[in-house]
């Protein structure tokens, strides 16, 4: 099976890490890989209902399935055109947004008045969808440290009506900082993103151990960083696109070990690993959840929910 999965372009190295990950299924699971996703959307409530704007779409043709985890989530099963260039999407009805993009700011759960911070925001996908659960009141702090990306989320947000957004170019590493206590934090971490292969082939090739040794250092920065912001009963929600346990599981183990937190049960995808590699982690970990494109018919995602005790 090895050299089935080395066939499929992936280096020795992390064909053999992931056939120990998962055995027969390693092929299953990168060959999904190679599929494309389907063509999603979220309905942005902040300029329309779900039932009108679906309505819309329907009278041009489209066709859709809802995403499970997300109420304002649909996937395309018929395009008669591209959907990018309808009067929707132009206007900021709709964003298009994989599927999985989708379960961190459900997960996270904010509510209107809160003060929320995104740590990773641009293009601004995460951070309209927070702004759409908040029904645009409360605050959102949105980090990103390129100016041109930030350039990149300002116009999405003018886009989707989202009047509730601080911008802050920078490195959410320096959050504390601002001396905001945030009630709750949306990290979607810098990752090595191996389970976007996708739409991102090159990344078989491109990354390294060191490579994930350097994105594992710098996720957990930031969750430091998170978590010395947070109030206590504050909620932070950590994901990737990554499939190493390194940056997944490893990660949450560290934050376990090292704060004061308890990590609160997921409803969608699977649970997380305990043994990745053989080394045994705390059960608890089984909270945090990841997608698999085999599985879930999305990119491979992993997402953790805590809480700050105190």
């Given at each position: 099976?090895?050299?089935?999965l080395?066939?499929?372009?992936?280096?020795?190295?992390?064909?053999?890490?992931?056939?120990?990950?998962?055995?027969e299924?390693?092929?299953?699971?990168?060959?999904?890989?190679?599929?494309?996703?389907?063509?999603c959307?979220?309905?942005?409530?902040l300029?329309?209902?779900?039932?009108?704007?679906t309505k819309?779409?329907?009278?041009?043709?489209?066709q859709?399935?809802?995403?499970?985890?997300?109420?304002?989530?649909f996937c395309?099963?018929?395009e008669?055109?591209?959907i990018?260039?309808?009067p929707?999407?132009?206007g900021?009805?709709?964003?298009?947004q994989?599927?999985?993009?989708?379960y961190?700011?459900?997960?996270l759960?904010p509510?209107?008045?809160?003060?929320?911070?995104d740590m990773?925001?641009a293009?601004?996908?995460k951070t309209?969808h927070?702004a759409?659960l908040?029904e645009?009141?409360?605050?959102?702090?949105?980090?990103d440290?390129?100016?041109?990306r930030l350039?990149e989320a300002s116009?999405n947000?003018?886009?989707?009506g989202v009047?509730?957004?601080i911008?802050?170019q920078?490195?959410?590493?320096?959050l504390?900082e601002?001396?905001?206590t945030?009630?709750?934090?949306l990290?979607?971490a810098?990752?090595?993103?191996?389970?976007?292969i996708?739409?991102?082939?090159?990344?078989k090739?491109s990354?390294?151990?060191?490579?994930?040794?350097?994105?594992?250092g710098?996720?957990?920065?930031?969750?430091?960083?998170?978590?010395e912001?947070?109030r206590?009963?504050?909620?932070?929600?950590y994901?990737?696109?990554?499939?190493?346990p390194?940056e997944?599981?490893?990660?949450?183990?560290?934050?376990?070990?090292?704060f004061?937190?308890?990590?609160?049960?997921l409803?969608?995808?699977?649970?997380?690993?305990t043994?990745?590699?053989?080394?045994?982690l705390?059960?608890?970990?089984?909270?945090?959840?990841?997608?698999?494109?085999?599985?879930?018919?999305?990119s491979g995602f992993?997402?953790?929910?805590m809480?700050l005790?105190?």
């Amino acid at each position: 099976m090895l050299e089935k999965l080395i066939r499929l372009g992936y280096p020795k190295k992390f064909a053999e890490r992931y056939e120990e990950l998962w055995g027969e299924r390693a092929l299953t699971i990168l060959r999904a890989m190679e599929r494309p996703l389907p063509r999603c959307f979220r309905v942005n409530t902040l300029r329309g209902t779900v039932q009108r704007v679906t309505k819309m779409l329907n009278r041009k043709g489209f066709q859709f399935r809802r995403v499970p985890w997300s109420r304002f989530g649909f996937c395309l099963t018929r395009e008669p055109f591209s959907i990018a260039s309808t009067p929707e999407h132009l206007g900021g009805f709709v964003y298009l947004q994989e599927a999985s993009s989708m379960y961190p700011p459900e997960a996270l759960e904010p509510v209107r008045g809160e003060t929320v911070a995104d740590m990773a925001a641009a293009p601004g996908g995460k951070t309209s969808h927070l702004a759409q659960l908040m029904e645009n009141e409360g605050i959102i702090y949105a980090f990103d440290v390129r100016a041109e990306r930030l350039r990149e989320a300002s116009l999405n947000l003018s886009r989707l009506g989202v009047t509730n957004t601080i911008l802050v170019q920078g490195s959410a590493e320096r959050l504390p900082e601002l001396g905001v206590t945030f009630d709750r934090i949306l990290l979607d971490a810098p990752c090595t993103g191996s389970g976007t292969i996708h739409k991102n082939p090159e990344r078989k090739t491109s990354r390294s151990m060191e490579d994930v040794r350097f994105c594992q250092g710098l996720q957990m920065r930031l969750i430091k960083a998170a978590l010395e912001s947070l109030r206590p009963g504050g909620v932070l929600v950590y994901s990737t696109c990554s499939l190493e346990p390194e940056e997944n599981e490893f990660v949450i183990q560290w934050v376990l070990d090292n704060f004061d937190v308890e990590l609160l049960p997921l409803r969608y995808g699977e649970p997380a690993l305990t043994e990745p590699f053989g080394v045994e982690l705390s059960g608890e970990i089984e909270k945090a959840r990841r997608f698999y494109p085999d599985r879930h018919g999305t990119s491979g995602f992993f997402v953790a929910k805590m809480r700050l005790r105190g």
